[in-house]
Every structure is written in C-alpha cells, then in structure tokens.
C-alpha cells in the first residue's frame, strides 16, 4: 500500500514505523517514464525488505523571479497511481510551510564556483536552492540512498558534493540513474508537455546534436572542436534558440585531451528551456 503523507508528522511516524533501507526518490512531480526509473532502481536497490519513498514538492526556492514556478505543472492525482503502480511505500508531498517552517533556521550551501556556470549561469541561484531542498528533504526523510537522474547531470554532480560537505548525510549514497527517453530520442522532461507536436519534432535536433559531437569525439576532434560543430548545427535548427553546447569532464572540469567526458546541452524551443547530456570517449589526435 502507498502512504500519501503531507505534513513532517504523518512522515516522522511513517518513518518510526518502518524499518530496513531506506530509498529516496526526489521529484517536483508532473511523473513520467523518466521518474518512474528512479522509483525502479530504488526499488531493485532496497528489494522488499527495505522501503521506498517519493517526494513531490515543486521548490520555489530553485526557481528564480521570471521563471515558471507557477505555472510549472501540477498533476497530484495523476502521480499518486503512478507512485503505486510502482509499488512505491510512501509519497511525501508537503506544503511550503511543512518544508521549510518560519521559525526554523534551514540551512544553506555555497555549493561552489561550478554554480555558476551553465546552468547556474543561466538561472542565478538555481544551485543554491536545489542544495536547500535536496538536503532538507534527504534529512526529513532519513535517506539511506537516493536516486538522480543523469539528465540533470549538473544537479547530480553538486548533489554528490553535497553529501560530501553536509555531514549529517554522511551515511547517505547517491546512485545516478541515466537518462530515458521517448521513442524519438527526446529526453523525457516534465516540460515536454509545454511543446506542439512542431516544437517537438524541432526539440530532436537536442539529442541528434549529443549524438553528432559523440560521433565527433570518436572520430578524433577535440572536446571544444566537437562542441563547436555541435553548436553550429543545432543553431541552424529551426525553431532552436542554443544556450550552449558543451564538452566537459565527467567531474564538469575542463575536457580531458583523451578519455571519457560528457556533452552538455541546453536550449529553447519555443518559451520550453530543454536539457540534454550524453557520455562521450575522447579519442584524441591518432584517432
Ligand atoms: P524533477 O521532477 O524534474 O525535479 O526530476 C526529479 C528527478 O528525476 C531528478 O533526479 C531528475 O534528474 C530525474 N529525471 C527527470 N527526467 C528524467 C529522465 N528523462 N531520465 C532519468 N531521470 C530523469
């Protein structure tokens, strides 16, 4: 049976009556496949024995002044029968004031210069606001382990940080689930819905862009010379307005000259901001 528990004392008594490993799935809600992966790999981790637990909180604290936090789509019902048709123990889903209650101090991260690039450049104090939540939510429900999704890499890579820097999730493992996608390639995003069927036949030049530049760094280009030729066609996709396509470390440093490495994409279509990312092998000049 799936709990439905909306305020901090319906989960700490949910909490103290269950036992065994404890599995995280941290989401603004809006479900789809690429949600319901997490759910699954949460699930494979803790097998019966352990529990696994979905949070839906849309956090104003991520978004910034001129973004979509109130429009950004809110589909409880909907993602209640997706939370049990995954066999999912509990779903957490809060009011602001639950979360973050006035008369309690939550803390706060410098997550770090990595904040601020990419998507930290595009959206101020984004990063900042993820690492509020995702640590005040892991805390709350005293994780064991929790699932992102690789399509937020950047997300990811700071979460990772996070549980090396907040000592009280110490005993809190990360595990990175990749990317799914629709049948056409298009990484599932709860903002898909925003785009006509035009608009989403114009997102494909997304993925075929990772595909291109993943094709580039095989064939011996450096990572800056296969993002370039990225960027170049996907600004002459139509419909497309680039953010930026790049090629970075795994660890989002500087690309390695040889080796593995990741393309990051973002882009608009229509008012839709569309995220991507895909591994690359650097194969370097002898390729
Ligand atoms: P969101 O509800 O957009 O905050 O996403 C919640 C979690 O689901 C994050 O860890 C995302 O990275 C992950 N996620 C979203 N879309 C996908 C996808 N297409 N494939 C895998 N994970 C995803």
């Known amino acids: 049976m799936t709990e439905l528990l909306r305020t901090r004392a319906e989960l700490a008594a949910w909490l103290a009556s269950t036992g065994g490993t404890r599995a995280v799935v941290l ?18 981790e803790v097998g019966d024995a352990g529990t696994v637990l979905t949070t839906i909180f849309v956090n104003p604290a991520q978004f910034g002044p ?8 809110r589909t409880l019902d909907a993602d209640l029968a997706r939370c049990v048709a995954n066999g999912i123990d509990a779903v957490f889903a809060p009011d602001e004031v639950e979360v973050y209650p006035p008369d309690e101090e939550i803390t706060e991260y410098e997550p770090g210069p990595l904040a601020n690039e990419l998507e930290g450049a595009a959206r101020p104090g984004h990063f900042a606001g993820v690492l509020k939540v995702v ?5 709350l429900t005293d994780a ?22 907040e000592p009280r999730l110490a005993k809190c493992r990360v595990v990175a689930v990749p990317i799914m996608r629709g049948p056409d390639g298009l990484a599932l995003s709860s903002r898909n819905r925003y785009l006509s069927e035009e608009q989403h036949a114009q997102a494909l030049a997304i993925p075929e862009t990772i595909a291109l530049v993943r094709q580039l760094c095989a064939d011996g280009l450096t990572g800056e010379q296969a993002a370039q030729v990225g960027r170049g066609f996907l600004k002459t996709s139509p419909g497309v307005t680039v953010d930026y396509v790049v090629v970075r470390s795994v660890g989002l440093g500087i690309a390695p000259a040889v080796g593995e490495a990741r393309v990051l994409v973002a882009a608009r279509v229509g008012d839709t901001r569309l995220l991507d990312n895909g591994p690359v092998i650097i194969k370097g000049h002898e390729a």
């Open 144 to 165: 064991d382990v929790t699932f992102f999704g690789e399509k937020d890499y950047q997300q990811l890579t700071l979460v990772r940080r996070l549980l090396q820097m």
């Open 27 to 44: 989401t603004m809600g809006a479900l789809h496949a690429g949600h319901e992966s997490l759910m699954k790999a949460a699930r494979a």
């Open 66 to 73: 001129n973004e979509d936090f109130a429009r950004y789509p």
């Open 135 to 139: 640590s005040r939510l892991l805390l």
